[in-house]
């Protein structure tokens, strides 16, 4: 009879001891025999057995479920569905949260403007992956997260009037621009300090000096936000970053 030990086993089905011993304490894989100083020893039902955890858990279902399956108290086909189900309503709930972060930043960098009910619209999926990773990236997911909470408190009325908002604040920037004032100077940070307050507002938080000078490089780095603001003027983009660093500088 061919037998294997745990070390054995764990290196044949690329798992680890702990998983073994685990399965092992709440029935889920028992070993064949027990040697010498509780050395478990499996065989080939006990390996069949193993792969077929292993296939299931690939599937996605629970350890309970899969012992459900292997003891013959739930067919496969049906966990099978019931597990494509849950994942088909978690997709779609992914897929709006995304949709909703892309639109939430989109919206507080002063984008153009966008029904509300677009907002929550489906994405390319390159599109929708790069927006997910570049919020985390120079936020984190909590201010992911808030920002997603406050969007969804907003009234049809208030989420209209986010653009406005921004588009204000962009004309009298621009104004100041063209008067020949530098981003730091007094007037163009008494605006910025209303967008700094409207950038807290809608994330839910006060953005650190570190987190709105990369709101800043946004403008300059990312070129969908660049040409935005570029559509204000030319070199408007810059202008803005260096009135948020200016202010992160000073204030933050």
């Known amino acids: 009879m061919d037998v294997w030990t745990t070390a ?36 080939r039902p006990e390996l069949l057995r193993l792969q077929q955890i292993l296939l299931l858990k690939r599937l996605g279902l629970r350890l309970d479920v899969v012992a459900e399956i292997l003891q013959g108290d739930l067919d496969p086909v049906d966990a099978l569905k019931r597990h494509a189900a849950e994942i088909d309503t978690e997709r779609t709930r992914l897929d709006r949260l995304a949709a909703t972060v892309e639109a939430t930043i989109r ?39 808030r920002a997603w909470e406050t969007l969804q408190d907003l009234t049809p009325e208030e989420r209209r009037a986010i653009p406005e908002a ?20 007094p007037d163009v940070q008494e605006v910025v300090v209303d967008h700094y ?46 009135a948020m660093d200016a202010y992160a500088e000073a204030s933050l």
């Open 197 to 242: 307050r409207l950038i807290a507002k809608h994330w839910g938080d006060q953005p650190t000096a570190e987190a709105y000078r990369g709101l800043g490089a946004l403008y300059t780095d990312e070129p969908r936000f660049k040409d935005t603001y570029e559509q204000v003027g030319d070199g408007f983009a810059a202008y803005m970053r260096a």
């Open 107 to 145: 919206q507080l960098e002063g984008g153009q403007p966008m029904a509300p009910e677009t907002w929550f619209g489906g994405l390319d999926p390159a599109t929708e992956a790069h927006y997910r990773d570049e919020a985390r990236r120079r936020w984190g997911q909590a201010v992911v997260e």
């Open 166 to 185: 921004f588009n204000d604040i962009n004309a009298r920037l621009s104004a100041l621009r063209q008067a020949g004032k530098a981003a730091d100077d």
């Open 8 to 43: 054995e086993v764990a290196r044949l089905a690329g798992v680890s001891a702990r998983t073994l011993r685990h399965y092992d304490a709440i029935g889920l894989l028992e070993p064949a025999s027990h040697g010498h100083g509780g050395l478990r020893r499996y065989g």
